[in-house]
T-cell receptor, first 112, second 111 residues
Framework: GENVEQHPSTLSVQEGDSAVIKCTYSDSASNYFPWYKQELGKRPQLIIDIRSNVGEKKDQRIAVTLNKTAKHFSLHITETQPEDSAVYFCAASAGGSYIPTFGRGTSLIVHP | DVKVTQSSRYLVKRTGEKVFLECVQDMDHENMFWYRQDPGLGLRLIYFSYDVKMKEKGDIPEGYSVSREKKERFSLILESASTNQTSMYLC??????????FGPGTRLTVL
């Protein structure tokens, strides 16, 4: 089955800095890679996703890159703000009815 | 706007009790999931249902069962609750474009 590794488990940055969270996956059939943000006491919510037919996707301060050859994908947050503080989860799946596999999460702390 | 609701936000039960956690989604999604969330372990899949009356075991199904009699409702059952089942339980449903929508979670404490 699929195995998703996520690093780092904790990331502490100063406001305005960039943050990068990395995930690797094992199943070459995986073609859908979402990122979820979970604020304290709240439910995980999708913030960005990418499919295997593209290498990069951006949405304002957030971007995701995918390297299919190396089987890794990364979340980039620029100009971090305190409200970016949360736990971020990556996931990988082959889409359709396939079950997504989640990474263990990264706790991002943005210091004002 | 997709809505996924769970029957309780907080629940306290005693060891050996039968516990029912319910999840309802209002978007006619075929796929629904139950996860358990523990610090440092991420989201671990307990059961997955890809349609009414259809279910598939996830990574940690032991001690749990599920029921999906109607498309909008997916129930998680702890047949005999134990203290190691104290956790946050998250339900999710999935669109045809693969996006998962999560419920608010149920924090279960088993004493």
């Amino acid at each position: 089955g699929e195995n998703v590794e996520q690093h780092p488990s904790t990331l502490s940055v100063q406001e305005g800095d960039s943050a990068v969270i990395k995930c690797t996956y094992s199943d070459s059939a995986s073609n859908y890679f979402p990122w979820y943000k979970q604020e304290l006491g709240k439910r995980p919510q999708l913030i960005i996703d990418i499919r295997s037919n593209v290498g990069e996707k951006k949405d304002q301060r957030i971007a995701v890159t995918l390297n299919k050859t190396a089987k890794h994908f990364s979340l980039h947050i620029t100009e971090t703000q305190p409200e970016d503080s949360a736990v971020y989860f990556c996931a990988a799946s082959a889409g359709g009815s396939y079950i997504p596999t989640f990474g263990r999460g990264t706790s991002l702390i943005v210091h004002p | 706007d997709v809505k996924v609701t769970q029957s309780s936000r907080y629940l306290v039960k005693r060891t050996g009790e039968k516990v029912f956690l319910e999840c309802v989604q209002d978007m006619d999604h075929e796929n629904m999931f139950w996860y358990r969330q523990d610090p440092g372990l991420g989201l671990r899949l307990i059961y997955f249902s890809y349609d009414v009356k259809m279910k598939e075991k996830g990574d940690i199904p032991e001690g749990y069962s599920v029921s999906r009699e109607k498309k909008e409702r997916f129930s998680l059952i702890l047949e005999s609750a134990s203290t190691n089942q104290t956790s946050m339980y998250l339900c999710a449903s999935r669109t045809v474009t693969d996006t998962q929508y999560f419920g608010p979670g149920t924090r279960l404490t088993v004493l």
